[in-house]
T-cell receptor, first 114, second 114 residues
Framework: ETGVTQTPRHLVMGMTNKKSLKCEQHLGHNAMYWYKQSAKKPLELMFVYNFKEQTENNSVPSRFSPECPNSSHLFLHLHTLQPEDSALYLC?????????????FGEGSRLTVL | AQSVTQLGSHVSVSEGALVLLRCNYSSSVPPYLFWYVQYPNQGLQLLLKYTSAATLVKGINGFEAEFKKSETSFHLTKPSAHMSDAAEYFCAVSGYNQGGKLIFGQGTELSVKP
């Protein structure tokens, strides 16, 4: 496989469920990102990881919990979400957090919270 | 602080016509500027980027953009639209050593009529 892979592509969950989104990159990159894409709003940066360490949390509510076990994998654990959290969650990677290289995006996980 | 404004949430052109998508930015530091494209049900893909080299930047699929510091603009153009260009286009800004921490505009949906 190549590029950035996200699973699942679609997820429907109730407000009391616990679920996780998974991202895997096969590019040898060291930095990984979660972005949120809501309808009619710009993409919002949520979290940044560099060499497995979280370097940025953009004031994201604690019901979103990221995990980065190694430079190739990134998870977003979801718990007690609200309907307004319904969005497309995009994972991306770059070679590092101090370069100006392009973001490589996955295809996204579309989340619907009922 | 940095911000991006994309003028026009929806642009419609005829096949073979000029494509012009407008982007203005605000940045307190020398900006790095990007255009990304998103096809339906896919993640974002880099079209082109400006990182303080040539002000006229050529990208993939025949697109190009010109950095105009005096106008704080980075408009995207293509001389002749193709049906396959129909997608959503995002302008984004970052600064030196910001890696993948981009500030995105709200996007412009491009429609191409036969």
């Amino acid at each position: 496989e190549t590029g950035v892979t996200q699973t699942p592509r679609h997820l429907v969950m109730g407000m009391t469920n616990k679920k996780s989104l998974k991202c895997e990159q096969h590019l040898g990159h060291n930095a990984m990102y979660w972005y949120k894409q809501s309808a009619k709003k710009p993409l919002e940066l949520m979290f940044v990881y560099n060499f497995k360490e979280q370097t940025e949390n953009n004031s994201v509510p604690s019901r979103f919990s990221p995990e980065c076990p190694n430079s190739s994998h990134l998870f977003l654990h979801l718990h007690t979400l609200q309907p307004e959290d319904s969005a497309l969650y995009l994972c991306a990677s770059t070679s590092g957090t101090r370069d100006t290289g392009e973001l490589f995006f996955g295809e996204g996980s579309r989340l619907t919270v009922l | 602080a940095q911000s991006v404004t994309q003028l026009g949430s929806h642009v419609s052109v005829s096949e073979g016509a000029l494509v012009l998508l407008r982007c203005n930015y605000s940045s307190s530091v020398p900006p790095y500027l990007f255009w990304y494209v998103q096809y339906p049900n896919q993640g974002l893909q880099l079209l082109l980027k400006y990182t303080s080299a040539a002000t006229l930047v050529k990208g993939i699929n025949g697109f190009e953009a010109e950095f105009k510091k005096s106008e704080t603009s980075f408009h995207l153009t293509k001389p002749s639209a193709h049906m396959s260009d129909a997608a959503e286009y995002f302008c984004a800004v970052s600064g030196y050593n910001q890696g993948g921490k981009l500030i995105f505009g709200q996007g412009t949906e491009l429609s191409v009529k036969p």
